[in-house]
């Protein structure tokens, strides 16, 4: 016996097309979970039941009707992060200066997602405007980590791999602009890639720093993640830096096979500042690619030090000039408190925005400002320039980097937002990659003693989806997926169904 | 009083003639009702990103062959941040680092003589909105649909040194740009725009003085009349040893004077940086040659080419030329009627008469070539005389109506019906014995008024070769 | 590198932001450790490399210029705080 929401994405999208489970049951149970979940976890800024129950009906016409036959997540409930616009639906950014936008227009990604049958349950939190590694920054409040709800689900994009982890939702989508979607995936045991940079539309992205962004899927194994990848990416007119490729078929990498995988592992990524547990699990990783007839073996990579601050500069450059559109004039929050138009600009961002998107934008407006440009903005192009050199000849000698996906399993709520630095510097092992615009998956490699996942970092090279697929995909077969414990205690409610059609593989 | 120079130099906006915007797909047609020209792109809606019409590159780099310049082979967009609410990004996408051209120049005459304005660089960027202050409540309104309208800015090396200079280089400048089809250069429509750098020096010096920068500029008038004002506003500071403030200066043209804009509140630092959402642009080697190979003939070309093609005078040649769309109505009509003097006649004197009557440009006639190109054939072949000709001219050009239906439908045709005509004069004789009593004492000038009385007894439309030959027929009888 | 209270205010400005005379300080510190921390890149030689903005080397990507016009005023006007005769609505920004 077995319950709908435990399925895998891939599973019930079978199911579905077999006739064996609606679309509306499907979406039933998924709430009813949602309902039951949520409040311990607050996964969601938006829920979007009656939309999903409308959507679920126009779905389940369309698979009757013979449509959608090659759509594998056909009626399959997902959840987007609440910084992908969204038409007609709220899309907040996790803060008080868009409380009240609802966009006009689907980002193209939604638009995707609607063409290839997805459910769209529900908007989730993040931290404003994605800036954080916590999900606390969020005007609505935290949201916690299925595995433990003293802690944090990671950041940015922790409501969208917290809802995955704690079945609140098949997949999801996130955002990545510096480890936002594989940091909270490792934190929450879940996997997630974020693609080469220019692989997903950005177009309906609300931007934090555009050179760097790039939108993602979240599931509970690569699997899941590789079939709405495939949903999502292409080519798109309407972003400048969509780049154009040849073959976005990235499930024909959805293979047990690493041999002769040459896999480097920098010796940076497992030096100082590392958890010891954590070390040893990615060592342990290491290892079983190892035994399934891998190469793998440790190599200098030069200016890994220098990732973490070329990243805040140039993300926190950007954000400055991104995020000066929300000034109380066209959408979003308005002070009630102004007389000229000083104010207006003034007090509907001073009372808008958080404390962290705050200092991002002044350390932006800094560095960007005249007499500091060349100090700071421009040599961490330089920088980045030099991080992406270093790369490229790693990626002579190896198909895909491996590495841990932060240094620590998740931190205790209310431990990283008192020093700033502290946590910018957690980001060492993700930024470097959006400096690069490298994709990268993060999965479950084990948990520590207190119980906490351990995210496993691999990194592939520009349009390398299909090594790092084909990567996780053999690694998943060595290495189990694991529920988080704490929610078979809130499992009774929910729904039961027959075990035959679960006998797919994937678990 | 010593003796000073006045030392200018120029930023022109102007906006390029795309049917669509810069960044987004909505038209750039003129007014509209607000905000009806707009979508979510250029109205800086979050999550929206900006896609560039390869026609503005183009016509930028049309515009930097056609002023001499050299072309950047591999340029790029940059943002410059400011908050101003006609801006709803709250940064304009502009060029600061890699401007598509530099390094220009055109030739420009004055009574002075002829003399080079370099042009240090072209860029392109996008318009911002307008802003309507309402006069009834306490607010401004903001409508967008100027917004990313495609402008690029031409800034000249600060190489004039007076208002007659001035107004030359922005002349030549216009009709350039008109003749490339770049712009439509409508100065009350605001398609070209100048902000004038102005300081003063003493005769001899060196170092530049202090400058200031006037904006609002909306006719050649005006910008004249701008000039002079801060010319004698800056040498007045410096005679009483008081400093010229390098500030943004309003020109109120009513007033005839200007007014230093309200210092923003913060020091302009506008924090440029390379665009993230736009790709940088490289122009080939082919793609340069294929723009060049479709440059037009440009004004100076064109004259000389009059001249001797259709043997006008040189004079007749730089005022038709002198507007791009008077010389396309010049070339559309000889190519239909092969009559180029007739035509630059009908041009240089009725057409110039009635735009100075009806304080109009060029830029706004209205006729079609075929229906003046009619008019001529009609007068050649003695259909209408050349005093109808001018009165269903003045037709053509207000209502441009067609000249044949219009002598048609008004019965203007040419009379000469010998019958008709002799019967006419001998009633104007026979009312007329002062004037034949003159003619016989030898004033041969009373001739003249009987056929204008015999040609206003016709009302204007009879033959004037036979009235002349039958009133003097019947006089001499 | 010492960041004065001066700048923050200087930066804040340029942000659009107002900061109170009690945040300035803490501020400051936070800034000041952050930009010190920046400063590590100063240790890696740069001379000679070009600053990169854009990770691929992707070029010339256009729109052909065609007009695809709707009147959406309604639309773009949902989000406004304040508008008035189908226009965004701000304080007088002359005096």
Known sequence: MKDITTMTALDLGRAIKQKEISVAEAVKAQFDIMKLRDPSYQCYITMMEEEAYTQAEEIQRRIDAGELFNSTLAGVPMAVKDNICTRGIKTTCASKILYNFVPTYDATVIEKLKQAGAIIIGKTNMDEFAMGSTTETSFLGATKNPWNTECVPGGSSGGSAAAVAAEEAFYAL?????????????????????????????????????????????????????????????????????????????????????????????????????????????????????????????????????????????????????????????YGYRTENYEGLQDVYKNSRSEGFGNEVKRRMMIGAFVLSSGYYDAFYNKALKVRAIINEGFQRAFEKYDIILGPTAPVTAPGLGESLSDPLKMYLSDIYTVSVNLAGLPAVSLPCGRDKKGLPIGLQLIGKHFGEKDIIRAAYSFEQAVKYERPISLTETNKETKHISSDITKGKGE | MKAYETVIGLEVHVELATKSKIFCSCTTLFGGDPNTHCCPVCTGMPGTLPVLNKQVVEYAIAAGLALNCSITRRCKFDRKNYFYPDLPKAYQISQLYLPICRDGGIEIETSAGKKTVRIHEIHMEEDAGKLIHDPWEDCTLVDYNRCGVPLIEIVSEPDMRSAEEV????????????????????????????????????????????????????????????????????????????????????????????????????????????????????????????????????????????????????????????????????????????????????????????????????????????????????????????????????????????????????????????????????????????????????????????????????????????????????LDK | MKITEDTIQYVAALAKLSVTEGEKKKIAKDLEDILDYMEIMNQLDTEGVEPMSHVLPVKNIFREDVVINENNREELLKNAPKQKDGSFAVPKTVE
């Open chain 2, 167 to 474: 107004v030359a280089y922005l002349e030549k400048l216009r009709l350039i740009l008109q003749y490339l089809g770049v712009s439509d250069c409508k100065m009350q429509e605001g398609s070209l725009r100048a902000d004038i750098n102005l300081s003063v020096r003493e005769v001899g010096a060196i170092e530049l003085g202090t400058r200031t920068e006037m904006k609002n500029m909306n006719s050649f008038k005006a910008i004249a009349r701008a000039i002079e004002g801060e010319r004698k506003r800056q040498i007045e500071l410096l005679e009483y040893g008081k400093c010229v403030v390098q500030e943004t200066r309003r020109w109120d043209d009513n007033k005839d004077t200007s007014f230093a804009m309200r210092s923003k509140e913060d020091a302009q630092d506008y924090r440029y940086f390379p665009e993230p959402d736009l790709l940088p642009i490289e122009i080939s080697d082919e793609w340069l040659e294929t723009i060049r190979s479709r440059q037009p003939e440009l004004r100076d070309d064109k004259m000389l080419r009059y001249e001797k093609e259709f043997d006008i005078p040189s004079y007749d040649a730089s005022i038709i030329t002198g507007s791009k769309h008077l010389a396309d109505l010049f070339e559309e009509t000889v190519a239909i009627c092969k009559k180029p003097k007739e035509v630059s006649n009908w041009l240089m004197v009725e057409t110039m008469r009635l735009l100075k009557e009806q304080e109009m440009e060029a830029e706004d006639i209205n006729f079609s070539p075929d229906h003046l190109a009619k008019l001529i054939e009609m007068v050649d072949q003695n259909k209408i005389n050349r005093t109808v000709a001018k009165e269903v001219f003045e037709k053509i050009f207000k209502e441009n109506i067609d000249p044949e239906e219009y002598v048609d439908k008004h019965g203007l045709g040419m009379v000469s019906d010998d019958g008709l005509l002799r019967s006419t004069i001998e009633k104007v004789i026979a009312d007329n014995p002062q004037s034949v009593t003159d003619y016989k004492g030898g004033k041969s000038k009373a001739m003249g008024f009987l056929v204008g009385q015999t040609m206003k007894e016709m009302k204007g439309k009879a033959d004037p070769g036979m009235v002349n030959q039958i009133v003097k027929e019947l």
């Open chain 1, 174 to 330: 996130g955002s990545d602009t510096g480890g936002s979607i594989r940091q909270p995936a490792g934190y929450c045991g879940v996997t997630g890639i974020k693609p080469t940079y220019g692989t997903v539309s950005r177009y309906g992205l609300i931007a934090y720093a555009s050179s760097l962004d790039q939108i993602g899927t979240i599931g509970r194994n690569i699997s899941d993640c590789t079939a709405a990848l495939e949903v999502i990416s292409g080519h798109d007119l309407k972003d400048s830096t969509s780049v154009n490729q040849l073959n976005y078929s990235y499930r024909e990498a959805l293979v047990d096979d690493v041999k002769q995988l040459r896999i480097g592992i920098p010796t940076d990524y497992l030096g100082k500042g590392l958890d010891e547990e954590v070390r040893e699990g990615i060592l342990n990783a290491a290892q079983i690619f190892r035994n399934k007839g891998a190469i793998v073996e440790e190599f200098e990579m030069h200016g890994v030090d220098f990732a973490v601050p070329s990243y805040y500069v140039i993300a926190c450059a950007e954000a400055s000039s991104n995020l000066s559109r929300f000034d109380g004039v066209k």
